[in-house]
T-cell receptor, first 113, second 115 residues
Framework: DAGVTQSPTHLIKTRGQQVTLRCSPI?????VSWYQQVLGQGPQFIFQ???????GRGNFPDRFSARQFPNYSSELNVNALLLGDSALYLC????????????FGPGTRLTVT | AQSVTQLDSQVPVFEEAPVELRCNYS??????LFWYVQYPNQGLQLLLK??????LVESINGFEAEFNKSQTSFHLRKPSVHISDTAEYFC?????????????FGTGTRLTVIP
């Protein structure tokens, strides 16, 4: 079975632009979470979606938004990009909302210039 | 709110030597505890977890961690490291009470095994 997949692998954007990152969870997993990992730091929780509804939100500005589709894949959108948004964006899936076994994808490396 | 402190940002150790990676947490509620490993250019992989029961948990590749509630610690140990253990290790906590599974991570410890 395929693991969690994310696209694109790398992305370079300019300040002020908008970006969309994509995630496909493990087959059968209904919960998707997004994390931001800035270089030299641990991942920080951004969002969790379960059954297409937002179930948790971290301390990120409204420029960050996400959604989950009927097939449980998810998109993370970031508007008005800032240099500080440069990071590795990780997607994690789990089978159920409260399931503590999370499986992470390889991430999307976003560079904002 | 929860927080995790990993005091050692880098730990160099010779091959076949023992290693301990330290993790302390702070929380006003009961927590679940995790160690994740991140190899270069890869995502995070769950190494081991403490949910309840025995305070000593083990992974399949020889790592173990012990939950110490009085010291709010969850240190990771291995009696003999291999070159392949070179990676970044993250300690994480999740609140028992939220029902969700968002994780709070420490800043990571880079373990470098020297031949």
């Amino acid at each position: 079975d395929a693991g969690v997949t994310q696209s694109p692998t790398h992305l370079i954007k300019t300040r002020g632009q908008q970006v969309t990152l994509r995630c496909s969870p493990i087959s059968g997993h209904k919960s998707v979470s997004w994390y931001q990992q800035v270089l030299g730091q641990g991942p920080q929780f951004i969002f969790q979606y379960y059954e297409k509804e937002e179930r948790g939100r971290g301390n990120f500005p409204d420029r960050f938004s996400a959604r989950q589709f009927p097939n449980y894949s998810s998109e993370l959108n970031v508007n008005a990009l800032l240099l500080g948004d440069s990071a590795l964006y990780l997607c994690a899936s789990s089978s159920l909302l409260g399931n503590l076994e999370q499986y992470f994808g390889p991430g999307t490396r976003l560079t904002v210039t | 709110a929860q927080s995790v402190t990993q005091l050692d940002s880098q730990v160099p150790v010779f091959e076949e030597a023992p290693v301990e990676l330290r993790c302390n947490y702070s929380s006003s509620v009961s927590v679940y505890l995790f160690w994740y490993v991140q190899y270069p250019n890869q995502g995070l992989q769950l190494l081991l977890k403490y949910l309840s029961g025995s305070t000593l948990v083990e992974s399949i590749n020889g790592f173990e961690a012990e939950f110490n509630k009085s010291q709010t610690s969850f240190h990771l140990r291995k009696p003999s490291v291999h070159i392949s253990d070179t990676a970044e290790y993250f300690c994480a906590v999740s609140s028992v009470s939220t029902g969700a599974n968002n994780l709070f991570f420490g800043t990571g410890t880079r373990l470098t095994v020297i031949p």
